[in-house]
């Protein structure tokens, strides 16, 4: 029987990393751990579990099997919610509905496991233990291989219809924009994720015999001041900072907290969204939202994912 001061199993599952860690009560992380997520040719879905459970056995040993009070879970989506039949845009081998709760459940009987998107995750944790914290609406942001999002309000964490309000990456924030792997055209995250950064920059020359060139590559570019770089950043930012305006004209919001891969570009990224933002966002109660990087940096999804057990009462509504 786990005690009240047993730590949660928490896991962030990405198209970047896979990370996982031991949460305390109060969201002090005890235990940490991470693995690329493996992309390899022909890899299925049991091959990539393989890798997530090696991943939550080793922490759990290594910390010295401790009881825990429940597991939660941000993972990129769409998602079935809450039974968590995942379909990561950014996760070839579990597109088409990986039973990830199930499985969990499986591997920790008697425990609550719950999951959710892990945008929403470090809106979750921006809210619970950073910068949200005593605001009652507050837009938490992934800007990664990826752009999500997740939106609390009322102090509540709001779940829509499915469980996939605040998806802030499929805004449109230019109709004559790129393509989106939803489908879409001039989605948020077609412009502004990592990969998509890397690829307009190449059209416009940088680093064009480059393959495997990065986003963390780009942003170093752009700090030397890179034309190409600089452009890509600032594309970026503008897109982001329309989309917050959006948001915050429909949801009058207090703060934005914006994690991610992407979002430690810095003023790179920051001092075009704020333009932005301040351009499109021309009612008065929407210019008074803090626009600000989430204070738990990378760390934000696994403390939410840990306050989906913690602070059920105010982020977790399902069985």
């Not at 990129?76 to 996760?91: D, H, K």
């Not at 609390?152 to 230019?174: E, P, S």
């Not at 914006?258 to 570009?265: D, E, M, T, Y």
Request: proline fraction near 7%; charged fraction near 20%; glycine fraction near 16%.
């Amino acid at each position: 029987m786990s005690g009240p001061e047993a730590p949660v199993l928490a896991v962030d599952v990405g198209g970047t990393k896979l990370a996982a860690a031991l949460v305390e009560p109060g969201g002090r992380i005890t235990a940490y751990d991470r693995v690329a997520t493996p992309n390899r040719p022909g890899l299925d879905a049991a091959g990539l579990w393989r890798t997530l459970d090696a991943l939550l056995g080793k922490l759990v040993t290594d910390a010295g099997n401790p009881p825990l009070a429940g597991v939660g879970v941000g993972c990129g989506g769409p998602m079935t919610w809450p039974a968590a039949e995942v379909s990561p845009l950014n996760i070839p081998a579990w597109r088409h509905g990986f039973p990830l709760r199930a499985k969990l459940r499986d591997r920790h009987p008697g425990l609550p496991v719950r999951i959710h998107n892990d945008a929403i995750c470090v809106a979750v944790g921006e809210h619970w233990r950073g910068a949200g914290r005593g605001r009652g609406n507050v837009l938490g942001m992934v800007v990664s291989t990826g752009v999500g999002g997740g939106l609390i309000l009322g102090g509540r964490l709001i779940n829509g219809a499915t469980g996939n309000a605040g998806h802030i990456g499929h805004v449109i924030v230019d109709p004559d924009g790129p393509p989106c792997a939803c489908g879409g055209r001039g989605c948020l995250e077609a412009i502004a994720r990592g990969p998509g950064l890397v690829a307009w920059a190449q059209e416009q020359g940088w680093r064009q015999e480059s393959r495997d060139a990065t986003g963390v590559e780009l942003a170093a570019d752009a700090r030397r001041a890179h034309p190409v770089a600089v452009a890509a950043m600032r594309r970026a930012g503008r897109a982001i900072g329309i989309a917050i305006a959006s948001t915050t004209h429909l949801c009058d919001l207090e703060v934005a907290a914006i994690g991610g891969g992407v979002s430690q570009a810095g003023a790179l990224l920051f001092d075009p969204l704020e333009e932005a933002f301040r351009t499109h966002a021309r009612m008065e109660f929407a210019r008074r939202v803090r626009i600000v990087p989430a204070d738990l940096g990378q760390t934000a999804g696994l403390v939410g994912a840990a306050a989906l057990v913690f602070a059920q009462d105010r982020y977790w509504s399902a069985g």
